[in-house]
């Protein structure tokens, strides 16, 4: 593992893989690391919405919060991150005693991973939960399963709390999602200790298909594959814990269903050890 975020000098990035120049498909062969990036999304989501303070963003801002309640009563997400968090740290630890390794750099992520882990401990409560008992989340909770449940003739209080001003309802949303803090920061350094823990490597789909074996003993969380933006096509990922493979396919153009490509595809691979 002396590749983990580059710590070990030998080990270089490729210049080109840098997210504004590719583009990133991922993953997660965990649930663990699947409930992770369900609730990033949400949350780079809501943060979007937020930029706009007119009642439709509100609405789709509110969507965003029901929906990381609704992930977060799937399991206890609290237990699940205090137990990446500490593999995490016991894996880095060994790290120490491998003379390659930048041993500022280590404790300096290790020193952050100890700071999330213990901030996660200090709340008791599950982050969010409160929020189970607003009412107006609730109303909305319970008429977002229906199509357009949530017209303003099913629920005027949702339809008065849109027309408030957008101070108000920024308010009250930048709070809502302020509860999940904890959560958030634990959940973003997670995966960006993940996404740091390989080095890419550049294959070739022959045919559009690839495939590879992981190993036994190795503790693989993610499979990255990065294109470039003019790639005419996208991978469809299918992986288990031995093996996975990957299909390169046209995109989707209107009844015509999507098809594997016929030519090699070059594209780099990572493989998230971490």
């Known amino acids: 593992m002396d590749n983990v975020f580059a710590i070990a000098g030998e080990r270089k990035q490729m210049p080109d893989i840098s997210a504004d120049q590719r583009v990133i498909y991922e993953q997660p062969l965990s649930e663990r690391i699947r409930a992770f990036l369900r609730l990033e999304f949400l949350f780079k989501r809501a943060e979007f919405q937020l930029l706009t303070d007119d009642p439709w963003a509100s609405r789709s801002a509110m969507e965003s919060i029901i929906d990381v309640l609704a992930v977060m009563s799937r399991?206890?997400?609290?237990?699940?991150?205090?137990?990446?968090?500490?593999?995490?740290?016991?894996?880095?630890?060994?790290?120490?005693?491998?003379?390659?390794?930048?041993?500022?750099?280590?404790?300096?992520?290790?020193?952050?991973?100890?700071?999330?882990?213990?901030?996660?401990?200090?709340?008791?409560?599950?982050?969010?939960?409160?929020?189970r008992d607003n009412e107006l989340l609730s109303m909305v909770r319970q008429r977002s399963s229906i199509p357009a449940g949530t017209c303003a003739f099913d629920l005027p209080a949702y339809h008065f709390w849109l027309q408030r001003p957008a101070h108000n309802r920024m308010r009250d949303l930048r709070e809502w999602l302020s509860k999940f803090d904890r959560?958030?920061?634990?959940?973003?350094?997670?995966?960006?200790?993940?996404?740091?823990?390989?080095?890419?490597?550049?294959?070739?789909?022959?045919?559009?298909?690839?495939?590879?074996?992981?190993?036994?003993?190795?503790?693989?969380?993610?499979?990255?594959?990065?294109?470039?933006?003019?790639?005419?096509?996208?991978?469809?990922?299918?992986?288990?814990?031995?093996?996975?493979?990957?299909?390169?396919?046209?995109?989707?153009?209107?009844?015509?269903r999507p098809a594997q490509v016929d030519k090699d595809i070059e594209f780099d691979l990572l493989c998230c050890l971490l």
């Open 75 to 131: 399991s206890d997400l609290k237990k699940e991150l205090l137990k990446e968090l500490e593999r995490q740290c016991a894996t880095l630890e060994t790290l120490a005693s491998n003379p390659n390794v930048d041993e500022r750099r280590l404790q300096t992520i290790l020193g952050r991973v100890r700071r999330v882990r213990a901030t996660l401990y200090e709340g008791e409560n599950i982050p969010g939960i409160e929020l």
């Open 183 to 256: 959560l958030r920061e634990a959940i973003d350094l997670c995966l960006k200790l993940v996404r740091e823990s390989a080095g890419p490597t550049r294959e070739v789909a022959h045919g559009g298909f690839y495939k590879k074996s992981l190993e036994a003993s190795a503790h693989c969380q993610m499979i990255r594959i990065s294109l470039a933006p003019s790639a005419e096509c996208y991978p469809e990922i299918s992986a288990g814990r031995h093996r996975f493979t990957v299909r390169f396919m046209h995109p989707v153009r209107g009844s015509t």
